[in-house]
């Protein structure tokens, strides 16, 4: 027997079909990759890296309180989190947080780059996550989880007589910056391919004259929650300008950066779409809050279903504890302890593949069906 298959869903395959089936699996999820971006589990929040000149103490004490700043911003969505009074102090003595730290020789795009220090290397450091959660939590500020918002990227260049659009595959040095700054900040970034398929429906001049609808046409096929179009500028003093505007849906927000440096201004331009994100999808705790959900699942026919759905809702950040209400007839009743917002959780289940909305099957669908509770959710298991 060959199993063929991608994650939880599998499709099994025997005797003589058994190679045919796994090329036409194959050949499906190929064609099918470039549609499933939806939403990314973030690596490495509770991780960060800073260069040294060496590898002395205090420079390794200075390294650590700026990776704790990073780690607490990456975290929370929250620029200004450093800022908080308790935070502070922790970043101050960061090792009462820390869980493990190495050094690293230069990667090859390094060496050779007049850089501090007569032995600079990288420094690693992660720090634990239940401490930085609950430091958080006790300053007032949100943990945002792993799980967050794909935000493809549509990026105009004017470089002197140099017109592009910055993609994927490129090479540009404000493709390096771009991806590592999203990296750095916990934003899942793509980039469009600039195939023949993107080019036969947006150009430059759509991008720099920020042009909604073709824009937007281009980026179905890559199925981000979110767009972020950018114009770049570099001015006739060698300064540079930017304007982004990030889209979600009806929503959308504009804002402005000026640099004498690119890395600047493409850095405003990655902080600005995670602060904006993490407004929606990471809010402030709030003293309102309910503290409980109640969340119903339809469609768990099986005992491996009811582990998916309980595993998929104890793995989400904003989700305290879980504890079984009812459950028969192809339905379980959870209760949640949150941690967050009702809110939130919809709008981190919305970015998964586990769970979709369903009307209660007791009551009415459509527009004349009642509203459920505040204080209630409900879901149909995707098979």
């Known amino acids: 027997m060959l199993t063929c298959g991608r994650g939880s869903h599998s499709v099994r395959c025997m005797n003589r079909s058994s190679v045919f089936c796994a090329l036409s699996v194959l050949c499906l999820l190929l064609v099918l990759l470039p549609s499933m971006a939806l939403a990314a589990e973030v690596r490495g929040l509770y991780e960060a890296e800073m260069l040294v000149p060496d590898q002395s103490r205090s420079e390794r004490g200075l390294a650590m309180s700026a990776a704790l700043a990073e780690v607490v911003g990456k975290v929370s969505g929250r620029r200004d989190a450093r800022l908080q009074p308790k935070v502070a102090r922790a970043i101050r003595r960061p090792a009462q947080l820390l869980q493990q730290y190495r050094y690293r020789t230069l990667p090859v795009e390094l060496r050779g780059?007049?850089?501090?220090?007569?032995?600079?290397?990288?420094?690693?450091?992660?720090?634990?996550?239940?401490?930085?959660?609950?430091?958080?939590?006790?300053?007032?500020?949100?943990?945002?989880?792993?799980?967050?918002?794909?935000?493809?990227?549509?990026?105009?260049?004017?470089?002197?007589?140099?017109?592009?659009?910055?993609?994927?595959?490129?090479?540009?040095?404000?493709?390096?910056?771009?991806?590592?700054?999203?990296?750095?900040?916990?934003?899942?970034?793509?980039?469009?391919?600039?195939?023949?398929?993107?080019?036969?429906?947006?150009?430059?001049?759509?991008?720099?004259?920020?042009?909604?609808?073709?824009?937007?046409?281009?980026?179905?096929?890559?199925?981000?929650?979110?767009?972020?179009?950018?114009?770049?500028?570099?001015?006739?003093?060698?300064?540079?300008?930017?304007?982004?505007?990030?889209?979600?849906?009806?929503?959308?927000?504009?804002?402005?950066?000026?640099?004498?440096?690119?890395?600047?201004?493409?850095?405003?331009?990655?902080?600005?779409?995670?602060?904006?994100?993490?407004?929606?999808?990471?809010?402030?705790?709030?003293?309102?809050?309910?503290?409980h959900l109640r969340l119903t699942v339809d469609g768990v026919r099986s005992l491996a279903d009811f582990a998916r759905v309980e595993g998929y809702l104890r793995s989400l950040q904003q989700v305290k504890h879980v504890r079984v209400r009812q459950l028969g007839g192809g339905r379980v009743d959870f209760g949640l302890a949150l941690q967050g917002s009702p809110e939130g959780v919809a709008q981190t289940i919305a970015l998964g593949r586990l769970l979709a909305p369903a009307a209660p099957r007791d009551e009415p669908a459509g527009d004349d069906a009642p509203a459920p509770p505040a204080d209630s959710q409900h879901y149909l298991l995707r098979h």
Not at 158 to 178: F, I, M, N, S
Not at 195 to 211: E, I, M, T
Not at 235 to 250: C, F, H, N, S
């Open 113 to 291: 780059e007049p850089l501090p220090g007569d032995d600079p290397q990288l420094l690693f450091f992660q720090f634990d996550k239940q401490a930085v959660d609950k430091l958080l939590r006790d300053s007032g500020l949100p943990v945002w989880g792993a799980t967050r918002p794909a935000v493809l990227a549509w990026v105009a260049v004017v470089d002197g007589k140099r017109r592009y659009l910055l993609g994927a595959d490129g090479t540009d040095e404000l493709q390096r910056l771009a991806t590592h700054e999203a990296r750095r900040l916990g934003l899942p970034l793509l980039l469009p391919l600039l195939d023949l398929q993107d080019q036969r429906q947006v150009n430059f001049a759509d991008v720099w004259g920020r042009f909604r609808d073709p824009v937007l046409a281009a980026s179905r096929r890559y199925r981000p929650e979110a767009v972020l179009m950018g114009r770049l500028q570099r001015t006739a003093d060698g300064e540079w300008r930017a304007d982004w505007w990030i889209i979600e849906g009806r929503d959308s927000e504009q804002w402005r950066a000026n640099g004498v440096l690119a890395a600047e201004v493409v850095e405003e331009g990655m902080a600005g779409a995670v602060s904006w994100l993490a407004q929606r999808y990471a809010p402030r705790p709030g003293r309102r809050e309910p503290a």
